[in-house]
């Protein structure tokens, strides 16, 4: 089993930044790989970014490439998403997840065993 929690969500201005944190229970967490998405009103589930085990590989949405950035600390159990040049578009509730193997699905929320319960990201215009 594995406990995920959401952290550092806010209200920013568009062009700020933010970094969420996902921080997990379970001594196994280290084994698993993470993905970031995002939900906002009336809209589904997007893929935001994913990072396997070891960190050595990432996966990113189109629409955050170059402004986002997946990163993990095993040793504190917790995997990082900085978000720079923020956008009013980015406006959602942000998810952490996590599943055993880092592959070509890890773009599909329905691929992942363990989810958070959100933290609120809003950019204001």
């Known amino acids: 089993q594995v406990q995920l929690v959401e952290s550092g969500g806010g209200l920013v201005q568009a062009g700020g930044s933010l970094r969420l944190s996902c921080a997990a229970s379970?001594?196994?967490?280290?084994?698993?790989?993470v993905g970031w998405f995002r939900q906002a009103p009336g809209k589904e589930r997007e893929f935001v970014a994913s990072?396997?085990?070891?960190?050595?590989?990432?996966y990113y949405a189109d629409s955050v490439k170059g402004r986002f950035t997946i990163s993990r600390d095993n040793a504190k159990n917790t995997v990082y998403l900085q978000m720079n040049s923020l956008k009013p578009e980015d406006t959602a509730v942000y998810y952490c997840?996590?599943?055993?193997?880092?592959?070509?699905?890890?773009?599909?929320?329905?691929?992942?065993?363990?989810w958070g319960q959100g933290t609120q990201v809003t950019v204001s215009s």
């Open positions: 379970g001594r196994t967490f280290g084994s698993y790989a």
């Open positions: 990072i396997s085990w070891t960190g050595a590989h990432t």
């Open positions: 997840a996590s599943k055993r193997i880092f592959d070509s699905t890890s773009w599909n929320p329905n691929s992942y065993d363990y």
